[in-house]
């Protein structure tokens, strides 16, 4: 395998398997293969393209690109010079692709609107509401966390609760869970976010009140709604930027695969196994 492949074999096994070439199964190993091969043939008709021809890049961008990479990939060999080679080839073939995609037409209002009018549901925010909780976990191999113990102290935090206590305050000093650090503080959430047992309870509650004990696998919990956001339809004004962005990203990935498509086409005039450093 040359350096370039070597290079791209990284790549390739980070993120589609999750590990380094040398860690891949052999079915794995030789999926791996064949999409290094794929890639580097695509990098060198990328390459010979006049749009990557004319990139010019700065020495100290793709030194960067280089610490970084190193930086992520501490256990690969291979050298800085190859290295160097490889990104500047990566980040001409990115640069080349941003050239091909900036063609692309703009969104014009009517699409816009038009896609805001036949995507309706994803435009609709269901309700949310702001949750705090206070966990006593239950753990048998300590005596303050056994299922009798457990239920003891949370009741005897509801019943502080019940006398005035701050929700916030309490569960700062006794909740058994690393949100005890903001006072009990989920964040804000929607349906489906929660063990169903405090789902329930929470969307029941009103802003400002708390409910439980609850079990759930963690243990004893007591809840507090802190603020509702109630359920309702994003508007067009609000979403315009939003959807505008979303479809010239697909219209710049069009006109970047019709390139490629046109590119494919041409005959290679350098093979990408010989243009290692």
């Not at 070439?21 to 030789?30: F, G, K, N, T, W």
């Not at 990203?249 to 290692?276: E, G, H």
């Amino acid at each position: 395998m040359s350096d370039l492949a070597t290079y791209h074999a990284w790549n390739i096994a980070a993120a589609r398997f999750g590990g380094s070439p040398e860690s891949l199964s052999a079915e794995h190993a030789e999926r791996l293969d064949a999409e290094v091969a794929r890639a580097l043939a695509l990098e060198a008709r990328i390459l010979e393209s006049r749009e990557a021809i004319a990139v010019a890049l700065p020495i100290a961008r793709i030194a960067d690109a280089v610490a970084g990479w190193r930086d992520d990939n501490p256990g690969c060999a291979i050298s800085d010079a190859v290295l160097f080679e490889a990104l500047h080839r990566e980040l001409r073939v990115q640069a080349a692709m941003d050239t091909v995609g900036a063609r692309a037409r703009p969104v014009s209002e009517v699409e816009v609107r038009d896609f805001y009018d036949a995507n309706p549901e994803r435009f609709h925010r269901p309700e949310r509401r702001a949750v705090r909780h206070l966990l006593v976990t239950v753990n048998p191999e300590f005596a303050d966390n056994t299922e009798g113990a457990a239920r003891a102290r949370i009741d005897a935090y509801a019943d502080r609760l019940r006398g005035g206590a701050s929700f916030a305050e309490l569960a700062q000093r006794h909740s058994e869970c690393p949100t005890a650090m903001k006072g009990g503080e989920v964040g804000t959430v929607g349906r489906g976010a929660l063990y169903p047992e405090l789902e329930a309870l929470v969307f029941s509650l009103p802003v400002g009140g708390w409910g439980g004990p609850v079990r759930t696998v963690l243990g004893w919990h007591l809840v507090a709604c802190d603020a509702i956001e109630p359920e309702d339809d994003v508007s067009f004004d609000d979403a315009e930027a939003q959807i505008r962005e979303h479809l010239a990203k697909i219209a710049r990935r069009a006109a970047q695969v019709t390139w490629l498509r046109a590119l494919a086409m041409r005959p290679v005039l350098v093979k990408s196994d010989t243009a290692a450093a």
